[in-house]
């Protein structure tokens, strides 16, 4: 009886969390999610298993995983060039033994520079330079979105949430580089979020972590839209 738990536990914690090389019965039908969540120490998933309840619940036939990246890790430029390269790798190896299956991307905040980067290559001062993953993944990254992070400029076709006229802290010089992701891309930027909507004089961080509460919804059906709207890659 224990170990029929135990099996039943270890199942409900396996399935959730398809990394890299996947046996085709378990490629992803719905949408693969590769969530990245923010710096700081603790678990690989965080607040992030809000938005990874909602596709595994409400988008059958899905899977995810939370990349492991170095969030904790003490230099968040170090670590955000490490976080993408993962990402990449994770992406290809995904795409390699899944080809006909679809990702969804999210990260947030730091997790926001991971996976904007890693899609686009860094092009912000003070960040260390990543190059952008290969175009043609753009068959298969369907979603593409961020919470709050710190590239986010003002103006381009691919910004949600509230934020007009304030800029992120590293902000990201060739928006351009995106190009063949850019129907892919969501980027949420609030008012009142001195991470990506950094204006002058500062005010308070609040909106930073309201973004899973005012947005999951919205950012649920922008992947249920893109699913129907995009060819099988
Ligand atoms: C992928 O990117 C290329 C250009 O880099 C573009 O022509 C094509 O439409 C893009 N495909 C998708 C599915 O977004």
Redesign the pocket.
């Known amino acids: 009886m224990f170990f029929q738990k135990l099996a039943l536990l270890l199942t409900c914690i396996i399935v959730p969390s398809n990394a890299q090389k996947t046996p085709p019965e378990l490629c992803a039908t719905g949408v693969h999610a590769i969530l990245i969540r923010g710096q700081g120490p603790g678990d690989h998933l965080n607040v992030m298993v809000s938005m990874q309840n909602l596709v595994l619940q409400l988008i059958p036939g899905s899977s995810s995983v939370a990349l492991p990246y170095h969030h904790g890790g003490p230099d968040h430029r170090v670590v955000a060039a490490d976080g993408a390269l993962l990402m990449q790798q994770y992406i290809r190896d995904y795409v390699a033994s899944c080809p006909q299956s679809k990702i969804f991307l999210m990260g947030y905040s730091l997790g926001g520079i991971v996976m904007m980067d890693g899609l686009c290559g860094t092009s912000s001062l003070w960040l260390d330079p990543v190059s952008a993953i290969e ?1 043609q993944y ?2 298969s990254v369907i979603a593409a979105a961020a919470y709050g992070e710190e590239t986010f400029i003002p103006g381009l076709e691919w910004n949600a949430g509230t934020c007009l006229d304030g800029i992120g802290v590293y902000p990201r010089l060739h928006p351009e580089w995106c ?3 850019a ?2 891309i969501r980027d949420y930027c609030d008012e009142g979020d001195s991470s990506c909507c950094m204006k002058y004089p500062p005010f308070d961080d609040g909106a930073h972590f309201t973004y899973i509460f005012r947005y999951n919804i919205d950012l649920l059906h922008f992947v249920q839209r893109r699913l129907v709207e ?1 060819p099988l890659p």
Request: glycine share 0%.
């Open positions: 175009p753009n068959r190009d063949a992701y129907a892919s995009t």
